[in-house]
């Protein structure tokens, strides 16, 4: 079962517009949440995190959302870029120190010049 | 430039002859992993390894197993591919000195089976 989702395989938004990308978690125990940015044929790169104790963190043009009691965290891209098009992946970690994370499938972001 | 390196990049196997994919870092990282990533969905962690301890998830199949001879470098060992292991292999490394854990990826191996 799916602790982490991605319902929307796909997005594509226009460039300077805002893209956002959202994930759902069911694990109550997750207080540690990354997004990561994939490129073809390259590795998934870290992109920004929040802490549970957090319900917005900022930098640069993104900014990550979270709603605990909706166990739902958000990435707004402002303004989108063609360079943003990317599979992008929400991971989740147990507890401070887990070794472990727990990626969503993923979310292709497509930003149209 | 501080990375994670995999090699090789590409890999084909026939279907039951072993084959090994190997990681390397430069970053000093003292915790390693490898992850399955097969196409559409998420990264699925095998196992990690923190310094010389092993850690194996629960439904990683007996099949796959590896080995850390020193910090720098990580195998994976596919003992007999089928063709339900063609996926995307990567190999990721985290540091324990920060809260949480943020882990760099290499680029990922794609292994085919035939």
Known sequence: DQQVKQNSPSL???????SILNC?????????????KKYPAEGPTFLISISSIKDKNEDGRFTVFLNKSAKHLSLH???SQPGDSAVYFCAASGRAGSYQLTFGKGTKLSVIP | D?????????QVTQFGKPVTLSCSQTLNHNVMYWYQQKSSQAPKLLFHYYDKDFNNEADTPDNFQSRRPNTS????????????DAAMYLCATSATSGAYNEQF?????RLTVL
């Open chain 1, 77 to 79: 891209i402002v303004p």
């Open chain 2, 73 to 84: 470098f990580c195998f994976l060992d596919i003992r007999s591919p089928g063709l339900g």
């Open chain 1, 12 to 18: 594509s938004v226009q460039e300077g517009r805002i």
């Open chain 2, 2 to 10: 501080a990375m994670v390196i995999q090699n090789p990049r590409y």
């Open chain 1, 24 to 36: 759902d978690y069911t694990n109550s125990m997750f207080d540690y949440f990354l997004w990561y």
């Open chain 2, 105 to 109: 990826f290499g680029p990922g191996t």
